[in-house]
């Protein structure tokens, strides 16, 4: 026996090796929320595109805009409503809104409610810097990465989506990723994606209707999930992402209707100014920014008039056109600095903001994609965005939606948020007492410091799918790719995560009432 066998054997040694396995259980335990290294909420922002003196003449212009321009084709029902608040009818056609008038509403306009999940672990409190990352989307593609090929999406795709993404912790909210093509009938779709987006995850989601009719069936479905009607109005957890403007300033006449329906029904509001800089918003940035915050605050007078108070989000949306070709790009930096932008004017109104980013315009889960994704993202974080849309899963500038890109977005996601938390400094975190135990006498480094070890979980991330193993460790493990990877994780979260939250019996009336393409089979574990 050698000497440092002897070593091994004796009681130090073991206490040590003890130590050693009571710390590694320790770090195998799923930590508490408020100890993991990045959660939902994080405080951005740190990264400010615009001035102070940039986001008052933003305001004043929109402000001036909505006097003097104005949006058209209001719904006969919407003109009654904002005209009764304030706002002029013009000769033209066009409602006209003083800028009294919108001073009045954002003063009265919600600032500070929840966006619940159907768990309550899941509710989201957008507002202040508060940061929270989801899914968007209505792709007319899913991209398979096995074959690299597109195909027409069904109703089991966005389950599915919605499957992963209730398994991922760093993407917190999920609202429809893509348009499923096997429900012609637009009621049908309507229904369709609202059942298999609430049966897919119990994480707050989002979702659009296309007459005002479905969305009055479609509330009739959340009242049997949630229970009653009533059940439903004290925890709603579906926000209808509204398309109320047809850029550049004239209402949508039927999304009008729609939003009026699911407002009396008790259902959060996005209101979505989704204006393509260039095309149908103005070219330069900053004119984007200002037609986005016009209609925006237009959609929000419309809201406050109607119900005072009433949870809306501040959905200024400004995508980029690629001016050589008038095609969008999703994955532009301009696209990053619009969404920051939109961020700061959220803030700046004090207001509950969503906007979109990182809809990459790769069409592959590539190179592209991941730089695209990871800079917008970061961009979007750092200024404080609240609900970052269209984030993860999106590729062909949105045309397409990707299951497997859903866990690698994870690892960026999880990446970015690390950047909004920042860094704690305090006298703890400054180290300079672990300093003196390892530089006077100890061993001259930090890998053993009981500080090092207590802090590797809940001061650092580290990617799931992402590979940090040495060139040498790479090449004994077959060279595993990020792809293949991906791969591998749906297929086997997709045999084996069914989620349960919906009884039997609700689903079984559901079914009766509507008619759903999901099979009741295809949600059930293999026999």
């Given at each position: 026996?050698?000497?440092?066998?002897?070593?091994?054997?004796?009681?130090?040694?073991?206490?040590?090796?003890?130590?050693?396995?009571?710390?590694?259980?320790?770090?195998?335990?799923?930590?508490?929320?408020?100890?993991?290294?990045?959660?939902?909420?994080?405080?951005?922002?740190?990264?400010?595109?615009?001035?102070?003196?940039?986001?008052?003449?933003?305001?004043?212009?929109?402000?001036?805009?909505?006097?003097?321009?104005?949006?058209?084709?209001?719904?006969?029902?919407?003109?009654?409503?904002?005209?009764?608040?304030?706002?002029?009818?013009?000769?033209?056609?066009?409602?006209?809104?003083?800028?009294?008038?919108?001073?009045?509403?954002?003063?009265?306009?919600?600032?500070?409610?929840?966006?619940?999940?159907?768990?309550?672990?899941?509710?989201?409190?957008?507002?202040?810097?508060?940061?929270?990352?989801?899914?968007?989307?209505?792709?007319?593609?899913?991209?398979?990465?096995?074959?690299?090929?597109?195909?027409?999406?069904?109703?089991?795709?966005?389950?599915?989506?919605?499957?992963?993404?209730?398994?991922?912790?760093?993407?917190?909210?999920?609202?429809?990723?893509?348009?499923?093509?096997?429900?012609?009938?637009?009621?049908?779709?309507?229904?369709?994606?609202?059942?298999?987006?609430?049966?897919?995850?119990?994480?707050?989601?989002?979702?659009?209707?296309?007459?005002?009719?479905?969305?009055?069936?479609?509330?009739?479905?959340?009242?049997?999930?949630?229970?009653?009607?009533?059940?439903?109005?004290?925890?709603?957890?579906?926000?209808?992402?509204?398309?109320?403007?047809?850029?550049?300033?004239?209402?949508?006449?039927?999304?009008?209707?729609?939003?009026?329906?699911?407002?009396?029904?008790?259902?959060?509001?996005?209101?979505?100014?989704?204006?393509?800089?260039?095309?149908?918003?103005?070219?330069?940035?900053?004119?984007?920014?200002?037609?986005?915050?016009?209609?925006?605050?237009?959609?929000?007078?419309?809201?406050?008039?109607?119900?005072?108070?009433?949870?809306?989000?501040?959905?200024?949306?400004?995508?980029?056109?690629?001016?050589?070709?008038?095609?969008?790009?999703?994955?532009?930096?301009?696209?990053?600095?619009?969404?920051?932008?939109?961020?700061?004017?959220?803030?700046?109104?004090?207001?509950?903001?969503?906007?979109?980013?990182?809809?990459?315009?790769?069409?592959?889960?590539?190179?592209?994609?991941?730089?695209?994704?990871?800079?917008?993202?970061?961009?979007?974080?750092?200024?404080?965005?609240?609900?970052?849309?269209?984030?993860?899963?999106?590729?062909?500038?949105?045309?397409?939606?990707?299951?497997?890109?859903?866990?690698?977005?994870?690892?960026?996601?999880?990446?970015?948020?690390?950047?909004?938390?920042?860094?704690e400094v305090n006298d703890e975190t400054m180290a300079l007492d672990t300093m003196k135990e390892v530089c006077l006498g100890g061993p001259g480094h930090y890998l053993g410091a009981d500080q090092t070890l207590r802090l590797m979980q809940t001061e650092?991330?580290?990617?799931?799918?992402?590979?940090?193993?040495?060139?040498?460790?790479?090449?004994?493990?077959?060279?595993?790719?990020?792809?293949?990877?991906?791969?591998?994780?749906?297929?086997?979260?997709?045999?084996?995560?069914?989620?349960?939250?919906?009884?039997?019996?609700?689903?079984?009336?559901?079914?009766?009432?509507?008619?759903?393409?999901?099979?009741?089979?295809?949600?059930?574990?293999a026999a």
């Amino acid at each position: 026996m050698t000497d440092r066998d002897s070593a091994d054997t004796s009681p130090r040694r073991s206490r040590r090796g003890g130590g050693r396995a009571a710390r590694k259980a320790a770090r195998a335990a799923p930590l508490p929320d408020n100890m993991r290294p990045v959660r939902p909420g994080l405080e951005g922002g740190t990264y400010r595109p615009l001035s102070d003196t940039d986001m008052e003449k933003i305001n004043n212009t929109a402000l001036v805009a909505l006097e003097e321009v104005g949006l058209s084709d209001a719904p006969p029902s919407g003109v009654e409503i904002l005209t009764g608040a304030g706002a002029i009818a013009g000769d033209d056609g066009r409602i006209r809104f003083p800028r009294a008038l919108v001073e009045d509403m954002l003063a009265i306009a919600a600032r500070d409610f929840t966006l619940h999940g159907q768990d309550p672990l899941h509710d989201l409190r957008p507002g202040g810097y508060r940061v929270h990352f989801g899914t968007a989307g209505a792709a007319v593609f899913v991209y398979d990465p096995a074959t690299r090929e597109n195909r027409e999406p069904t109703v089991q795709d966005l389950y599915d989506s919605a499957r992963i993404v209730d398994s991922l912790d760093n993407i917190h909210f999920f609202q429809r990723t893509l348009t499923p093509r096997d429900t012609v009938d637009p009621r049908d779709m309507d229904l369709n994606t609202l059942y298999a987006c609430i049966s897919g995850t119990t994480k707050h989601i989002g979702t659009a209707f296309t007459l005002a009719d479905y969305a009055a069936e479609g509330l009739d479905m959340l009242h049997m999930i949630a229970g009653s009607e009533e059940t439903w109005r004290q925890r709603p957890f579906v926000s209808n992402s509204n398309c109320f403007v047809v850029p550049p300033m004239k209402f949508a006449t039927e999304s009008c209707l729609v939003m009026e329906t699911l407002i009396r029904g008790g259902m959060p509001i996005l209101l979505l100014s989704a204006g393509q800089a260039g095309a149908t918003a103005p070219a330069p940035l900053a004119g984007a920014v200002v037609q986005a915050v016009a209609e925006c605050l237009a959609g929000l007078v419309y809201v406050n008039a109607l119900s005072p108070g009433h949870p809306a989000i501040f959905g200024t949306w400004p995508f980029v056109s690629d001016l050589r070709t008038g095609a969008m790009s999703g994955g532009s930096p301009e696209q990053g600095l619009l969404t920051a932008a939109c961020g700061q004017m959220a803030r700046y109104y004090d207001l509950p903001g969503g906007s979109a980013c990182a809809m990459s315009d790769s069409k592959e889960m590539d190179m592209q994609a991941g730089y695209e994704r990871g800079l917008a993202n970061v961009m979007a974080g750092l200024s404080g965005l609240n609900l970052v849309y269209e984030s993860v899963g999106m590729h062909s500038s949105l045309l397409s939606h990707c299951l497997e890109a859903l866990f690698v977005d994870n690892d960026v996601i999880g990446a970015c948020m690390r950047c909004v938390r920042g860094i704690e400094v305090n006298d703890e975190t400054m180290a300079l007492d672990t300093m003196k135990e390892v530089c006077l006498g100890g061993p001259g480094h930090y890998l053993g410091a009981d500080q090092t070890l207590r802090l590797m979980q809940t001061e650092y991330v580290y990617p799931t799918v992402g590979d940090r193993s040495s060139p040498k460790e790479w090449l004994e493990n077959d060279r595993p790719d990020l792809v293949s990877k991906a791969i591998g994780r749906k297929d086997t979260l997709l045999a084996s995560y069914y989620p349960a939250h919906i009884p039997e019996a609700t689903d079984t009336a559901i079914r009766e009432r509507y008619a759903i393409f999901l099979p009741r089979e295809n949600m059930l574990p293999a026999a």
